[in-house]
């Protein structure tokens, strides 16, 4: 299974990787050849390993060679229309999911909602191991996979359902530049407090991100996990940062957000783009969510056309009227 | 006050000694300060290690210590009322925001890999400057040491521990960059900068990130192309470069030259005269250490008596080197 898992990995960011059919059949034939080198009697363990690493690159060769004739494949069925049995997959949402991947997974379920588009979600423990670009969330549509929000948006786009039709060139730049702007700034400060403030990935984010294991791999897992962020934070040169400044820089996202949007309905006059779904998904999960202390849930509170521009689409696409009921049903994220 | 701003570069230009260093962390702080017209004196040094904060470029200021990030020189030059962005609405402000990430996305990653990644042109361009312009035991180790880190900082950046150079890594860096570059040039439209009739700090970084890319001559140019194929993008560095950069403008020519070496580079280069004396001094003093190591030279102490022959002989074996070396 580990195995399925990395060569499944090891497949990049493709943004349409193999069906998971695709990848069991390998798996499989991995799995009847390890009992065969299991059985042989040899000794010398490095030979076994060794076999066993020869035999690991053979199946990430023919998996990258599935790859390619499903991307090409992909070009002759992009036509074909949305099936009914759509998945997303998403960690466990009651006791795994955290603050940043539940934002994620929002945006890309509203996304869909505002595209009309029927998805069931899933929630499975390996989530993040079995999506093709090790990021969460991923749908599974026919025999596709994609994942994270802009290359969902670019697939829909190819099956004939888009929301960023009706806006001109400019619009569409200053689109997908507040979508960047999202992404830099209030994806990574939610990284940056779920794993470099070590309050937080102390309390929440390590007893939550590793729950579903048992001892020693959770801790493995946890502190893997936690080593991968904090490279990343010092590689985009957020290492030096305090939580303060982090706070700020949320202020300034948030400002330019506010700013942006005015008092429109939504980002680009009455008509929802991914945008809006996007900005939904981080700004609705950061305000009904319980870290360790308020401070990024207040700081985002200051700005009252993004609170009812929140409310507004949450009635709008989740059907819930009031928004206690709508946060108990999101809130299950982080929450002590 | 003022005067004591000082900024530190590195000594590496693809414009040959001018003003506009090659990477977008050092364009990027001078085209600034140049829009918001702080008086800034700049100094060109080929070791980093010198730089009072380890890294290339640095601002040194009298009151608050050297800081070397692009956006802190930036925060700290707007600290000190030499502010770009004065005539900007709140929502322009916001825009501002935006594209900068957007840059820093998706164009950043290209452009890292397109200097210190891509194999022929980290071989024949990057690697190449550096080598010419740093000294002697460092224009060894820099090179390679940047290569690494920025190979490293690519991978981390997407997650991928196992990251490859290579044709697919190259495409994905490459689509996004193309994209990014069209998204800018829609933005952009038939105006001369970003916001209103002078440039502010997005025409600050929109320029660091192109300038280098419209600039350098590389051998594997995808992104330069896709460049002058956007006309109203590549006017607008050509104008920002005639505006603010006028010094920089008239080097292309010389430019060529130090690209191509075997069009007149040898006599251009410094200390001609010095390094051959050096290096016949040194060849000198390896000889007579071997010919003294190996017995053929010897000297002796002189002494009272019988002297004169033995003295003689080596003298004439040494007169035989030096006339070998001539």
């Given amino acids: 299974m580990m195995h399925r898992v990395e060569g499944n990995r090891s497949l990049g960011k493709a943004a349409v990787a193999p069906s998971n059919t695709a990848v069991y059949e390998k798996s499989v034939v991995l799995n009847s050849t390890l009992p065969a080198i299991q059985s042989c009697k040899c000794s010398d363990v490095a030979h076994v390993m060794s076999r066993y690493m020869v035999l690991y690159i053979n199946v990430r060769v023919s998996l990258a060679n599935v790859c390619l004739r499903k991307s090409l494949h992909m070009l002759s069925t992009a036509a074909e229309p949305w099936p009914e049995n759509a998945t997303l997959y998403q960690p466990l949402s009651e006791e795994q999911i955290l603050l940043s991947d539940n934002a994620s997974s929002l945006a890309v379920q509203t996304y869909l909602r505002m595209c009309n588009l029927p998805v069931r979600v899933s929630c499975r423990a390996n989530a993040e191991f079995m999506s093709p670009s090790g990021k969460v969330p991923f749908i599974h549509v026919g025999n596709q996979v994609v994942s994270e929000l802009g290359p969902i948006v670019q697939f829909t786009r190819a099956k004939g359902h888009s929301l960023s039709e009706g806006l001109d060139d400019v619009q569409r730049a200053e689109m997908k530049a507040y979508m960047e702007l999202v992404n830099n700034m209030l994806l990574t400060a939610e990284l940056y407090i779920q794993w470099c403030d070590d309050t937080t990935a102390t309390e929440v984010s390590r007893p939550r991100y590793s729950s579903p294991y048992s001892w020693p791999l959770n801790h493995i897992l946890a502190y893997q996990k936690q080593w991968e962020v904090r490279r990343k934070m010092n590689a985009v040169g957020w290492g030096g940062k305090s939580l303060e400044q982090v706070y700020e820089d949320v202020s300034q996202c948030c400002q330019a957000l506010s700013q942006r949007l005015g008092t429109q309905l939504y980002f680009f006059n009455k008509q929802p783009t991914e945008l809006d779904a996007l900005v939904y998904g981080h700004i609705f999960t950061i305000i009904t969510t319980q870290l360790t202390n308020n401070e990024l849930a207040e700081r985002v509170q200051n700005f009252s056309n993004l609170l009812s521009f929140c409310k507004r689409i949450d009635q709008t696409y989740f059907g819930k009227p009031d928004e206690s009921s709508a946060s108990s049903r999101h809130s299950k994220g982080p929450s002590l | ?326």
């Fill in chain 2, 1 to 326: 006050m003022f005067s004591a701003l000082c900024l530190l570069l590195p000594l590496v230009s693809p414009f040959c000694c001018s003003a506009l260093q090659m990477f977008p962390s050092s364009v990027l702080p001078q085209a600034y300060a140049r829009f918001a017209g702080a008086p800034l004196k700049v100094h060109k040094i080929t070791n980093p290690w010198r730089s009072p904060t380890g890294t290339l470029p640095a601002l040194k200021t009298r009151g608050d210590g050297s800081m070397s990030q692009p956006s802190k020189i930036i925060i700290h030059l707007r600290k000190q009322k030499y502010n770009a962005d004065y005539d900007l609405s709140a929502k322009e402000g916001a825009d501002t925001m935006a594209f900068v990430s957007l840059l820093e996305e998706k164009l950043l990653p290209a452009l890292i890999y397109t200097l210190w990644v891509d194999a022929k042109n980290y071989v024949d361009v990057t690697r190449r400057w550096y080598a010419e312009n740093i000294t002697f035991p460092l224009n060894f180790l820099l090179p390679n040491r940047m290569h690494n880190q920025q190979l490293e900082r690519l991978r981390v950046v997407r997650g991928d521990p196992l990251l490859e150079p290579g044709e697919e890594l190259e495409k994905e860096l490459y689509q996004d960059a193309l994209e990014c570059m069209t998204l800018l040039s829609q933005r952009l439209g038939s105006h001369k900068f970003f916001f209103g009739d002078s440039p502010s700090s997005l025409d600050a970084y929109v320029f660091g990130h192109l300038a280098p890319l419209l600039k350098i001559k590389l051998p594997n140019a995808k992104l330069h192309h896709h460049l002058t194929s956007l006309n109203n993008l590549q006017q607008f560095c050509t104008n920002i470069l005639v505006l603010y950069f006028p010094t920089d403008v008239r080097e292309p020519p010389s430019r060529k030259m130090s690209v191509h070496p075997e069009g007149g580079d040898f006599d251009n280069e410094p200390h001609k005269r010095r390094n051959q004396i050096l290096s016949a001094l040194v060849a000198i003093g390896a000889m007579l250490g071997y010919a003294f190591l190996t017995g053929i030279i010897s000297i002796q102490h002189v002494r009272p008596k019988g002297a004169i022959e033995s003295s003689s002989m080596g003298e004439e074996e040494e007169e035989e080197e030096e006339g070998e070396e001539e």
